[in-house]
């Protein structure tokens, strides 16, 4: 998509939110590690770039720096915070370390007439510092256009190159006017336009692969009903219909319906050549006996590689398409230091090379809020949109302990009351992950004029952003008794309901 922006990203925590903004104020953006070769962020067609911050100082040994061929293009340039520091050293300015760090908010007082800060308060507002060293001698052709009480040079543009710095994160949210000087810098400064959108990137996506995937091709997918492989599965259907078959396993560790709500879904409305297996028996046989988490989830991840494998080859498929988001693209390219870490997503469903298959990530390009619009632009469903995470290993890794078929009922009856009700109530929506767990402990009751010797419960909510950190959700303790009465009453062979109110970390969010 030529006219975007490249974000060389050197090492920032803010950097995807930069990218993330951009793409809201509807502007393409892609991020590169800080000190990729022009040539390689030549290939977008930039139309402006901007330099993010980073945890190094400019006089650092191997301090990132950007390919200067970058910089001479003719482009645009808005550095931020390091970046900025990096501007001010390159053209002949004064950075200077050693300052006590400054972090947190900040007065800023924007000059008058500045592009950057049109339409912000001329009586300053409140901007997110987080830094070590500052600009003190600004470079030949620069002003400044913008102060706090302790720093001059807050920020700095110089007009004719069209280059503009500044000293805080616009991009965070405690920076009031951050996405009106975002803004101000993308079409006021840069000329661009806001082009990008779901619809604009549905077209294209589905362009892009008719003719990536010329004819004799045939692509699988591993399909879960997540809302990534579903994302995937919609918008290959939609560009090679003939020559794209989703494939389901049904592993017996699902909730209650989940094969038949994707069956329904993909094979019924969509009218796709779905393949269905049911390998629940081969899972079941195979984690016998099985008490170790880890050796539950590699023996699942096996047998799931082996009946794929199975599914897929009479197809002659010759590629594989998965749901490998933008956050799993960047941690892999992202400027980590000098010797940059390289992890590798590409297994993200689990699936090995040895499958020979070459890749179709159709997704790559996209956060997850951008590929739950997307799907709503494919006509997804709303319960697969907003459908809440489900791991790969299914119920095994809820219920603790071996898994066993009874068990594994008893869970999928507890799970079935406890999100039902969610949704009955609209609480599901306000949490980003709930289910129940079969815990390996019985404890007494009493139902009616017996004693009950029974299994017990356990109800997880979190909410999140993305899984790494989470917190329980403060559920109403009125919802609470509700579920729990609902529970012993419907579920046969429990007779207690505990809620966890651990935060992630210390726990996580699975119970093993
Ligand atoms: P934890 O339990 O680590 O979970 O806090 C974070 C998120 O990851 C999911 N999860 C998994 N997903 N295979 C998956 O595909 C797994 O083995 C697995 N373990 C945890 C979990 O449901 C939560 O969304």
Wanted: aromatic share 8%; charged share 20%.
């Amino acid at each position: 998509m030529r006219g975007g922006v490249a974000i060389l990203d050197f090492g920032s925590q803010y950097s995807q939110l930069i990218a993330r903004t951009v793409r809201e104020l509807g502007v393409y953006c892609e991020l590169f590690p800080g000190n990729a070769r022009a040539s390689t962020v030549m290939r977008m067609g930039p139309g402006a770039v901007i330099l993010s911050g980073g945890p190094s100082s400019v006089y650092d040994e191997g301090a990132p720096m950007p390919d200067p061929a970058v910089l001479e293009a003719g482009l645009p340039v808005l550095g931020v915070c390091y970046g900025m520091q990096l501007i001010a050293l390159s053209e002949g300015g004064r950075v200077e370390g050693g300052h006590r760090r400054e972090f947190g908010p900040s007065r800023l007082v924007p000059v008058p007439d500045s592009p950057l800060f049109a339409g912000t308060p001329a009586e300053g507002f409140q901007a997110w510092m987080s830094h070590g060293d500052r600009v003190v001698e600004i470079p030949p052709g620069y002003s400044v256009c913008a102060s706090t009480g302790s720093l001059p040079v807050a920020a700095m543009e110089n007009r004719a190159l069209r280059r503009f710095c500044v000293q805080f994160h616009p991009e965070v949210r405690h920076t009031e006017n951050g996405r009106l000087i975002l803004s101000n810098f993308l079409f006021g400064i840069a000329g661009l336009s806001a082009d990008w959108s779901m619809s604009a990137f549905r077209s294209s996506c589905v362009e892009g692969l008719r003719s990536s995937l010329g004819s004799g091709t045939h692509v699988v997918l591993g399909l879960s009903g997540g809302v990534d492989s579903s994302v995937v599965a919609a918008l290959l259907h939609e560009a090679i219909p003939s020559r794209f078959t989703p494939i389901f396993v049904d592993t017996g560790l699902l909730r209650a319906g989940e094969r038949e709500a994707v069956e329904a879904t993909f094979r019924g409305h969509f009218g796709m050549n779905l393949i269905t297996r049911d390998a629940s028996r081969l899972f079941l046989d195979a984690l016998e006996g099985v008490t170790d988490p880890e050796r539950k989830r590699k023996i699942i991840g096996a047998k799931f590689i082996e009946v794929f494998q199975e599914a897929a080859a009479p197809l002659g498929a010759t590629h594989l398409a998965q749901g490998t988001l933008y956050p799993d693209v960047i941690e892999s390219v992202s400027f980590k230091g000098p010797s940059a870490t390289i992890k590798s997503h590409h297994n993200v469903g689990g699936l090995p090379d040895s499958l020979h298959m070459k890749l179709v990530e159709p997704l790559r390009e996209l956060f997850k809020d951008e590929v739950r619009c997307l799907g709503r632009e494919l006509g997804l469903p709303p319960e697969i949109i907003g459908r809440h995470p489900f791991p790969g290993p299914g119920l095994a890794v809820r219920i603790l302990g071996e898994v066993v078929e009874e068990d594994l009922e008893t869970l999928r009856e507890a799970d079935a009351v406890f999100i039902d009700y969610l949704r009955r109530n609209g609480l599901y929506d306000s949490i980003w992950q709930a289910f129940a767990v079969l815990l390996p402990v019985r404890t007494v009751g009493v139902m009616g004029d017996c004693r009950t010797y029974d299994r017990v419960i356990a109800l997880r909510a979190v909410t999140s952003t993305d899984g790494m950190t989470a917190d329980w959700f403060r559920m109403p303790p009125e919802h609470l008794a509700a579920i729990s009465a609902e529970m012993v009453n419907r579920v046969r062979g429990v007779n207690r309901v505990v809620y966890d109110i651990s935060s992630k970390p210390p726990s996580t969010i699975e119970w093993e």
